[in-house]
Every structure is written in C-alpha cells, then in structure tokens.
C-alpha cells in the first residue's frame, strides 16, 4: 500500500463500520442496544414500496382534501345611460266593470199588443152563447145571440156577433091589429179587447158592435117575413164585460151594453123604440 492509498483506504473503512457503529449505540427508550437490523434487498424493496404508497395517499389526500378554487366572477357591464324618466302622471281612473247582462223581461200581461212589432203573434179563436134582457118596444124579454171571433195574442178579438128577440107574446099596442107579432134581430162586425190582470183568471174587456138589423111584424109568431113586412135599421153597441177563465178553453163573462138604431120608419114605429140598455152573460169555448 502506498502513501497515496492509504487516505482513500481509511474513508473506505470507516464508512463501512459506520452502521456497526450505530447498531451498537444504545436505544434511547429502552436503553438496550440490539443486534443491526439486516439490510437486505427485500427490506429496501419493502421500504421503498411503503415509502411510495405513502407518497401515492399522501398525494391522493391532498387531491380530495383541495378544493378548486371558483373562477372569479365576470365583472359587470357597464350601465346604458339610462333617458330621462317623464314626469310621473296620475294613475288612469279605473273604469267601472259593465253591468252583469240581464235575462229579457216578460212582457206585463197587461201590456197592449202591437199587429206590427216584429214578432209573431199568438192566433186562438173562440165562440160563444149569450143571454141579454132588453127592452124592446116598451116590452121586456130577452135577447138571445152567438159570438165567435179570432183572437190574437189572447187580447184583440175580432169577429161576428148576432141577437134575436125571443119574446113571443103579442105587443100591446092596439094600432096593429092583423100584425101583432113583433120580430127583432140585428148583429155585425165585433171586435173586443180584453184587458189582463196579473196572475188572476178574471180579466175586463171592452168591444164594439156595428152592424145593421130588421124589425117585422107578423099575425103569428112563426109567419113568414117579406119586404113588405119589415124595416131594415142601422145599430151600434158599445159593451163593457167581465170574464173568468176556467180552464184554457172555457171561459164565462157577463156583459152590458147600450144599444143604439137609425133608419127605422115602418109601422109608426122610431128608434127609441129600440134603443135601450141590455145586460146579460155569455158562455164560451176555445183557445184563450
């Protein structure tokens, strides 16, 4: 060995009896030296795997435990210059809603009917019996008739009415002694009106009859009329009536009316004769 070895060969042993060394050093904590822990290859190989799978959790952890950082917010856009705000007005008055519709009225019962109002009108029709006293010729009896009429939307009728004198005694006075039957009739156009009250079955009318009549005389009650034997007259009659309906087809009414002639010159008789007051009722059937 020569002067130059010598320095390198000291460095070699001492680095090898370096770990002798250590190993004989007492532990610490228990104050017991123990026997230098083998160096193995698989020792190293085995400190090495725990040494990475330390560093692979360490680095695992800390990968789980960091959170990411939020990306900073974008600032915001500027404003645009806003216009100038008009001046405030007052708020618009609310308009009031519009009244709920309301379903069509009835018309009242007692409203007077139109021929031309635009809507169809109700066509019934009815006829009827009628007993009046009368005065005639300063005799009382009694005047017997029929009345028939069309009747439209349950008010205007318009129609025929007819009247016989019915009394077959003998008149009283003596200028007429071969002739001492009288014969009495007249009738013509009718129209009457009725006037409804609300929810009642008994109602009013009122009607007109014009026309034209004869008187006649006869020596028995049953003899034959003939031109020479009669006089043919003019009449008007104003009535004024009360009725009941009973069902929709039957009704009853009783009647009064001032019956007024002209024209009448034969057998020395006049008008007054024959004007008067008669007064009755009537029974009728059909669609009211």
């Avoid at 024959?274 to 009728?284: A, D, E, M, V, Y």
Wanted: with cysteine; net charge negative.
């Amino acid at each position: 060995m020569t002067a130059s070895q010598f320095p390198v060969f000291t460095l070699g042993f001492c680095l090898l009896s370096l770990p002798a060394t250590l190993a004989a050093q007492p532990n610490p904590k228990t104050g017991q030296s123990g026997p230098p822990a083998p160096t193995s290859a698989t020792t190293t190989a085995a400190t090495s795997a725990d040494s990475g799978w330390t560093s692979t959790s360490a680095a695992a952890a800390s990968a789980t435990v960091t959170e990411p950082t939020p990306a900073p917010a974008p600032a915001p856009a500027a404003a645009a210059p806003s216009s100038p705000k008009p001046d405030a007005q007052p708020p618009a008055a609310v308009a009031a809603p519009p009244p709920a519709p309301t379903e069509p009225v009835a018309a009242a019962p007692d409203e007077p009917p139109t021929l031309f109002s635009g809507r169809s009108a109700k066509v019934g029709g009815y006829g009827a019996l009628a007993v009046h006293y009368a005065r005639i010729n300063g005799d009382d009896g009694v005047l017997t008739g029929i009345e028939g009429a069309l009747l439209l939307d349950h008010r205007l009728a318009i129609g025929f009415a007819g009247y016989g004198w019915g009394n077959q005694q003998r008149i009283s006075s003596s200028r007429f002694i071969d002739q001492r039957y009288l014969h009495f009739g007249y009738g013509g156009l009718l129209v009457r009106y009725h006037f409804y009250i609300p929810n009642s079955p008994v109602y009013f009318s009122a009607a007109t009859l014009v026309g034209g009549g004869a008187v006649g005389l006869t020596n028995t009650w049953n003899g034959d009329l003939y031109r020479e034997n009669t006089d043919a007259f003019f009449v008007f009659e104003p009535q004024l009536g009360v009725h009941v309906n009973f069902t929709r087809w039957m009704r009853m009414g009783v009647d009064a009316g001032y019956r007024v002639t002209s024209g009448i010159s034969k057998f020395g008789f006049s008008e007054s004769d024959f004007n008067g007051i008669s007064l009755g009722g009537n029974l009728g059937f059909g669609w009211f």
